[in-house]
């Protein structure tokens, strides 16, 4: 998996995608729009949202790119101002000097790689809409068997769908939570004059599904953005207002719409981030709770049939009839 991860994530982001817009083409199906049909529907408005999106996030991640080098130079003279001042107080800078990965310009490049592997995503997204469309004929007929009483053969993909149904609750919950705070947190950024606000908000669309270190992740950069352009009060408005936004998202709406637990503890979530993030890269940390809850509700779903030979071959043990009764008596 770790060998294949950059084709294994689009295939997981398009599972994860297609399971959860698939109650728009059920409910088309229910009003007696045909499959093929219900699915072109759909794919059409998931292609013309993720085309504005795409088109304002690639606008936004450019024009942050050319901008870099002004804010290296103005890391750089934040730096320097700051080792002055612990240099006239007596520190011992040559180890802090030593330590080049935070420096402005290796600070810097890592920004750009990040924002450059979040453009190649965008980039993939013809492949991404290809997958997606197979997943969601597969879910559609699926869901027209059910329809007309047919049982589906057992398949991975049945087995999968069967087991993702906390999949698809987690994912509108903490999307639909996560949509809503990063329009706050855009309009937030707006008022303040922080540059790029639509790029943080998509960013803290993203990484809202990240538990625990997504917020912080989503915090840093327009925090730093916000400092170097107006200075710390700009910076402390911006971390401020990101921890009112997310306190009453992760607090009020979530706990409102999440009443049942997803019977998973914090010491699965936290192992399944490290597991899925060294398997399959950042991509990973997104899809870790997604992938666990599937996992989980599928090792249950087996663990639950029938264990021996004969039931999982279709056919059932019956027990010995007893022996016909015959006309002479013993």
């Known amino acids: ?22 109650p728009l083409p059920n409910w088309l199906m229910r009003k007696r729009v045909p499959s093929a049909l219900a699915v072109l529907i759909t794919l059409l408005l998931v292609v ?3 085309l504005t999106v795409a088109s304002l996030l690639g606008l936004s991640i ?20 700051v080792f002055g001042f612990l240099a006239s107080r ?32 965008v980039g993939n997204t013809l492949l991404l809409i290809f997958l997606i469309a197979i997943f969601l004929f ?32 987690y994912v509108a919950i903490v999307g639909g939570t996560g949509l809503i705070q990063a329009i706050a947190m855009v ?20 990484l809202n599904f ?29 971390v401020v207002g990101y921890w009112a936004i997310n306190f009453v998202g992760d607090n009020i709406l979530k706990p409102k719409f999440l009443k ?21 890269g950042a991509v990973g940390a997104i899809l870790a709770v997604p992938l666990t809850l599937a996992l989980k509700n599928l090792f249950d779903q087996i663990a639950s049939e029938p264990s021996c030979p004969a039931a999982i071959s279709g056919f059932t043990a019956q027990p010995a009839l007893p022996p016909e009764d015959s006309h002479e008596k013993p």
């Open 210 to 238: 990240i538990p625990a270190v997504g917020f912080l992740l989503a915090l840093i950069p327009p925090a730093i953005v916000g400092f170097l352009q107006s200075g710390w009060v700009t910076a402390l408005l911006v």
């Open 90 to 121: 007596g520190w011992d800078l040559s180890k802090i000097k030593s330590l080049d990965i935070f420096s402005p310009r290796s600070l810097i490049q890592y920004t750009s790689s990040v924002l450059g592997g979040l453009g190649q995503l």
């Open 260 to 280: 049942k637990g997803l019977d998973v503890s914090i010491l699965v979530i936290l192992l399944s981030l490290l597991f899925w993030n060294w398997v399959l």
């Open 138 to 169: 597969e879910f559609a007929a699926t869901e027209k068997n059910a329809a007309n009483g047919q049982e589906s053969p057992v398949s991975v993909l049945s087995r999968m769908q069967t087991a993702s149904r906390d999949v698809k609750r």
């Open 48 to 50: 013309i949202g993720g």
């Open 62 to 81: 450019a024009g942050l790119i050319q901008k870099l080098p002004t804010y290296q130079a103005d890391l750089t003279a934040l730096r320097d101002n």
């Open 1 to 22: 998996m770790k060998a294949i991860a950059p084709l294994l994530n689009m295939v997981l982001l398009a599972w994860l995608m297609a399971y959860s817009i698939t």
């Open 187 to 206: 309009i937030l950024l707006q008022i303040l004059g922080v540059d790029f606000a639509v790029t943080w908000g998509v960013l803290f669309f993203l």
